[in-house]
C-alpha cells in the first residue's frame, strides 16, 4: 500500500509556473504507474497526466499537452507535475493517484491510491 501527499499548489498569474510534487510513501513506489488529476469547481475530476514505473511512457489531455510535463524520481519516491504557461482554466484541486502494476490509465477508476489534494488557482 501507498501514502500519497501533494505539495506546490498556489496563486499564479495566467502565464505563470508551478511544480507539483506527489511524495509516496512505502518501499514499492517503483512498482506504481502514477497520475494527476484536477477537478474544477463544479466540475467532475478529470485526467491530466500520467507516467508509467519507470518513466518510459507518459499520456497527457489534449488540454495540457505542450505546456505540463510529468515526471519521476523513483529514489526519492516522488512525482512531478510542472505546470507552464498556466491559464485561468487550469485552476482546480489536483491530486495524485497511483495504481499498482505496469498498465497506465486515464480514468480515475483505475487509480487505486489518492492523495488529498493540493488547490491551484490561476488568476487572469
Known amino acids: 500500500q501507498v501514502q500519497l501527499v501533494e505539495s506546490g499548489g498556489g496563486l499564479v498569474q495566467a502565464g505563470g509556473s508551478l511544480r507539483l510534487s506527489c511524495a509516496a510513501s512505502g518501499r514499492t513506489f517503483s512498482s506504481y504507474a502514477m497520475a494527476w488529476f484536477r477537478q474544477a469547481p463544479g466540475k467532475e475530476r478529470e485526467f491530466v497526466a500520467a507516467?508509467?514505473?519507470?518513466?518510459?511512457?507518459?499520456y497527457y489531455a489534449d488540454s495540457v499537452k505542450g505546456r505540463f510535463t510529468i515526471s519521476r524520481d523513483n529514489a526519492k519516491n516522488t512525482v512531478y507535475l510542472q505546470m507552464n504557461s498556466l491559464k485561468p482554466e487550469d485552476t482546480g484541486v489536483y491530486y495524485c493517484?497511483?495504481?499498482?502494476?505496469?498498465?497506465?490509465?486515464?480514468?480515475?477508476?483505475?487509480?487505486?491510491?489518492w492523495g488529498q489534494g493540493t488547490q491551484v488557482t490561476v488568476s487572469s
Open positions: 493517484a497511483g495504481r499498482l502494476g505496469l498498465r497506465v490509465g486515464t480514468q480515475g477508476s483505475e487509480y487505486n491510491y
Open positions: 507516467i508509467s514505473w519507470n518513466g518510459g511512457s507518459t
